[in-house]
């Protein structure tokens, strides 16, 4: 089992940036493949960004692509997703997910036993 909170999102023009956290407790997350998702109203959840365990392959959604990072650290045992450039469309509840590590990275929220709750990101125009 491991515990995921998100943490760092809010409020941001759009051109803005955010740097979103995914700390992780009772378990080490370098031992995962970790996946960021995000969902507006109305709408399904989405892939944003993932990386295999090993922290050297990574995968991103075409409409972030250039704009967004996925990053760890290890000592802090946690997960980044910096967000550059924002844009009203960014606008949702971005979740980070964990999985037990096999396969190629995933990029299907069905491919992750673990979420976090969840945290708001905003981007006014």
Same mark, same amino acid.
């Given at each position: 089992?491991?515990?995921?909170?998100?943490s760092?999102?809010? @409020?941001?023009?759009?051109?803005?940036?955010?740097r @979103?956290?995914?700390?992780?407790?009772?378990?080490? @997350?370098?031992? #995962?493949?970790m996946? %960021? +998702?995000?969902?507006?109203p109305?709408?399904?959840?989405? +892939?944003?960004?993932?990386?295999? %365990? !090993?922290?050297? !392959?990574? /995968? =991103?959604?075409?409409?972030?692509?250039?704009r #967004? !990072?996925?990053?760890?650290? $290890?000592?802090? $045992?946690?997960?980044?997703?910096?967000? $550059?450039?924002?844009?009203?469309?960014? !606008?949702?509840? =971005?979740?980070? /997910?964990?999985?037990?590590?096999?396969?190629?990275?995933?990029?299907?929220?069905d491919? =992750?036993?673990y %979420?976090?709750q969840?945290?708001?990101?905003?981007?006014?125009?």
């Amino acid at each position: 089992q491991v515990q995921l909170v998100e943490s760092g999102g809010g @409020l941001v023009q759009a051109g803005g940036s955010l740097r @979103l956290s995914c700390a992780a407790s009772g378990r080490t @997350l370098s031992l #995962f493949d970790m996946g %960021w +998702f995000r969902q507006a109203p109305g709408k399904e959840r989405e +892939f944003v960004a993932a990386m295999r %365990w !090993t922290g050297y !392959t990574t /995968a =991103y959604a075409d409409s972030v692509k250039g704009r #967004f !990072t996925i990053s760890r650290d $290890n000592a802090k $045992n946690t997960v980044y997703l910096q967000m $550059n450039s924002l844009k009203p469309a960014d !606008t949702a509840v =971005y979740y980070c /997910a964990a999985d037990h590590p096999g396969g190629s990275v995933k990029v299907g929220p069905d491919e =992750y036993d673990y %979420w976090g709750q969840g945290t708001q990101v905003t981007v006014s125009s």
